[in-house]
């Protein structure tokens, strides 16, 4: 099934411990009150702008921000309008190049693997198609070291909270002030079977006070071992 509408994918790219990599993103749909395709097209003015509200985000820092570790650097943010056939519609994919790359502002050394969660809720039916999108966030402080029963301090969730909070409600106002009034961070689906895609608007972000593992950064971590006979 196809997406109802086009939607702009925004995707942030880096290294973790050198040898790891990150990314995490969200998409951009239009007010489902639109009937037509009205997202404006992704030129490199535009990227460019995206890419300087999430290089913003990134690089936040307590008592207000992420505080993502250093050891995390972010490299790029690729935006790209994706069609209603989940194709992109640019001739050319384009990105907005972090250069020098930016590190995060905590000198904490979680694992690579841990990752906070965050969890986008769609404004109509949380629990229907759309209703839901999520991202993985690169190690922070408070995932090293956790309270007694084995769950993330509250004061770290809030954190991600406002500083997620702050991102998307920039995102909204950057294309406000383009006069795309209509677009705003959302989820969207293609849908399956005979149910339609649907897209939905992001009204409410959570955290879950419980770490979460990226598989993918456990597995391309060169592991050595360390043999003891019996």
Same mark, same amino acid.
């Given at each position: 099934m196809a997406h109802p509408h086009?939607? &702009?994918?925004? @995707?942030?790219? %880096?290294?973790?411990?050198?040898? $790891?990599a990150f990314s995490f993103g969200f998409h951009i749909v239009q007010a489902p009150?639109?009937?037509?395709?009205?997202? #404006?097209?992704? !030129?490199? $003015?535009?990227?460019?702008?995206?890419?300087?509200? @999430?290089?913003t985000y990134f690089n936040s820092a307590a008592p207000d921000g992420l505080a993502i570790t250093n050891k995390a650097q972010l490299q790029r943010v690729k935006v790209n309008r994706v069609g209603r056939d989940g194709r992109y519609m640019e001739t050319n994919s384009l990105e907005h190049v972090v250069n020098p790359a930016i590190a995060g502002r905590s000198d904490v050394t +979680? #694992? +690579?693997?841990?990752?906070?969660a965050v969890s986008l809720i769609g404004n109509e039916n +949380? =629990?229907?198609?759309?209703?839901?999108?999520?991202? /993985?966030?690169?190690?922070?402080?408070?995932l090293s070291s956790v309270t007694g029963d084995g769950k993330i301090s509250p004061?770290? &969730?809030?954190? @991600?909270?406002?500083?997620?909070?702050?991102? &998307?409600?920039?995102?909204?106002?950057?294309?406000?002030?383009?006069?795309?009034? /209509?677009? /705003?961070?959302?989820?969207?689906?293609? %849908?399956?079977?005979? =149910?339609? %895609?649907?897209?939905?608007?992001?009204? $409410?972000?959570? @955290? %879950?006070?419980?770490?979460? !593992?990226? =598989?993918?950064?456990?597995?391309?971590l060169q592991e050595n071992y360390t043999v003891g006979t019996i």
């Open positions: 086009p939607f &702009i994918k925004v @995707v942030a790219e %880096g290294r973790l411990y050198d040898t $790891e009150t639109i009937a037509e395709d009205q997202l #404006p097209a992704v !030129t490199q $003015e535009l990227a460019d702008k995206i890419g300087n509200v @999430v290089r +979680p #694992p +690579p693997q841990l990752a906070l +949380p =629990r229907g198609l759309a209703g839901r999108g999520r991202f /993985y966030l690169p190690p922070m402080a408070g004061q770290y &969730i809030s954190l @991600v909270v406002s500083a997620t909070q702050k991102l &998307i409600r920039d995102v909204n106002a950057l294309f406000n002030g383009l006069g795309a009034q /209509y677009a /705003y961070v959302g989820n969207t689906s293609s %849908g399956s079977g005979n =149910r339609p %895609g649907r897209q939905q608007v992001v009204s $409410e972000i959570r @955290v %879950g006070n419980v770490c979460d !593992t990226v =598989r993918s950064r456990r597995r391309s």
